[in-house]
T-cell receptor, first 113, second 113 residues
Framework: EAGVAQSPRYKIIEKRQSVAFWCNPISGHATLYWYQQILGQGPKLLIQFQNNGVVDDSQLPKDRFSAERLKGVDSTLKIQPAKLEDSAVYLC???????????FGEGSRLTVL | QKEVEQNSGPLSVPEGAIASLNCTYSDRGSQSFFWYRQYSGKSPELIMS????GDKEDGRFTAQLNKASQYVSLLIRDSQPSDSATYLCAVRATSGSARQLTFGSGTQLTVLP
């Protein structure tokens, strides 16, 4: 069974530039998550989708971050404009449903200079 | 904001010893508890889940849950150098449509040969 796919693995940008991350969840998983993990901290939930609808985006900085999950499958997380404090690993995870085990992708490491 | 607290460590134990990792949570009604292992530069992977009071054993790992004390722990018996990693405690919310999974900041474990 294929795991959660993410790209790009690494991205370096200047502050105020934009960046987009892509995630393809495990086939059949209805719930998709984007977490932000800053070095030395635990993952922090940014947004959670159930199929193609948002069920929780309370911690998403909506002035600069946006995410979509078209057709209830893959998802894109965008940051525009980026700030220095956005430097982190962006983890995508999926689960069969809202109560199921989370499976994580390898993450996308963002460095903002 | 639901909170999950862990001792950040680092925790060092000699090879063959028992490593004990602790976690407390603030949402008294939480029902689902998880331990994830995260190797340096890698994404989290689930190693244990526990839903009811008491102990749950899986190989060298034992998860312990005490809902009255809002406390969950992970014991690793016969610790091996390959167990050196950061261990993340995660608690699933009982309220809200998202049933959000909140992570602690992790405890870094080093097993010394």
């Amino acid at each position: 069974e294929a795991g959660v796919a993410q790209s790009p693995r690494y991205k370096i940008i200047e502050k105020r530039q934009s960046v987009a991350f892509w995630c393809n969840p495990i086939s059949g998983h209805a719930t998709l998550y984007w977490y932000q993990q800053i070095l030395g901290q635990g993952p922090k939930l940014l947004i959670q989708f159930q199929n193609n609808g948002v069920v929780d985006d309370s911690q998403l900085p909506k002035d600069r971050f946006s995410a979509e999950r078209l057709k209830g499958v893959d998802s894109t997380l965008k940051i525009q404009p980026a700030k220095l404090e956005d430097s982190a690993v962006y983890l995508c995870a999926s689960s069969f449903d809202r109560t199921g085990e989370l499976f994580f992708g390898e993450g996308s490491r963002l460095t903002v200079l | 904001q639901k909170e999950v607290e862990q001792n950040s460590g680092p925790l060092s134990v000699p090879e063959g010893a028992i490593a004990s990792l602790n976690c407390t949570y603030s949402d008294r009604g939480s029902q689902s508890f998880f331990w994830y292992r995260q190797y340096s530069g890698k994404s989290p992977e689930l190693i244990m889940s526990i839903y009811s009071n008491g102990d749950k054993e899986d190989g060298r790992f034992t998860a312990q849950l005490n809902k009255a004390s809002q406390y969950v722990s992970l014991l690793i018996r016969d610790s091996q150098p390959s167990d050196s990693a950061t261990y993340l405690c995660a608690v699933r919310a009982t309220s809200g449509s998202a049933r959000q999974l909140t992570f602690g900041s992790g405890t870094q474990l080093t097993v010394l040969p």
